[in-house]
């Protein structure tokens, strides 16, 4: 019988390179040339390998994800998912959720069963955190419902604010176990 969605997700307060996962995915720009915020953390954890073997893989459009390995992270694997920068929600909802299935699907091809996202776009991208945390959650839960793999999805947030905010809506969708 196939594992019930609620045992299939997680919820973290803190930084993402600290979890020790399959993969971990960054919040990337289009060069993938690493950057600041959650970005930056990856690739100082990850060593200097980590932009070379990324920026071979670039250009990546906004809606899209490539991945490498984690190199000195505990993760095997880093995706480098890019989230629209936000002008608004019509269009721009699209595009965060496949930065989101397009993480998961890379996962799934590369046998990752565990993977943890940050808050993709939320910070120097804009995106308002409200809606951001909706779309992640129905982007996720609709793949998980759809696939067997990645068997475990962590969302990381970084800010308790980002973290009651998941908290409340797994809860109200009862996937919170
Ligand atoms: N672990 C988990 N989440 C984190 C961490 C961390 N160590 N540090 C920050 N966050 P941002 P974006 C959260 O700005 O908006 C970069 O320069 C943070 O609290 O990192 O998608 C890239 O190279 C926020 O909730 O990503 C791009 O150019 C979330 O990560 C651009 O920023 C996303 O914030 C991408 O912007």
């Known amino acids: 019988m196939a594992t019930p969605i609620e045992s ?8 993402i390179t600290s979890l020790d996962c399959d993969a971990i995915v960054t919040a990337a720009n289009e060069a993938l040339r690493g950057g600041g915020g959650v970005d930056g953390a990856v690739h100082s954890a990850a060593g200097p390998e980590l932009v070379r073997a990324s920026m071979a893989l670039a ?19 880093v995706i480098h998912a890019v989230g629209p920068i936000f002008h608004d929600i ?21 046998n990752a069963a565990s993977v943890a996202f ?4 939320t910070g120097v991208f804009g995106f308002p955190p409200d809606s ?14 759809a696939h067997d793999q990645p ?10 604010d980002d973290h009651r905010r998941y908290k409340e809506r797994l809860t109200e969708l009862r996937l919170l176990s």
Do not use: H, M
């Open 151 to 160: 068997e475990w999805v962590t969302f990381c947030c970084f800010q308790s």
């Open 118 to 121: 940050p808050c993709i776009s």
């Open 59 to 77: 250009p990546c459009p906004a809606g899209e994800a490539r991945i490498t390995d984690g190199f000195n992270l505990a993760a095997k694997f």
């Open 8 to 15: 299939r997700i997680r919820l973290f307060l803190g930084d």
């Open 90 to 110: 019509e269009t721009d909802r699209e595009t965060l959720a496949n930065a989101y299935t397009s993480s998961l699907s890379l996962a799934a091809e590369n």
């Open 132 to 145: 951001a945390c909706e779309i992640a959650i129905d982007a996720v839960v609709n793949w998980l419902r």
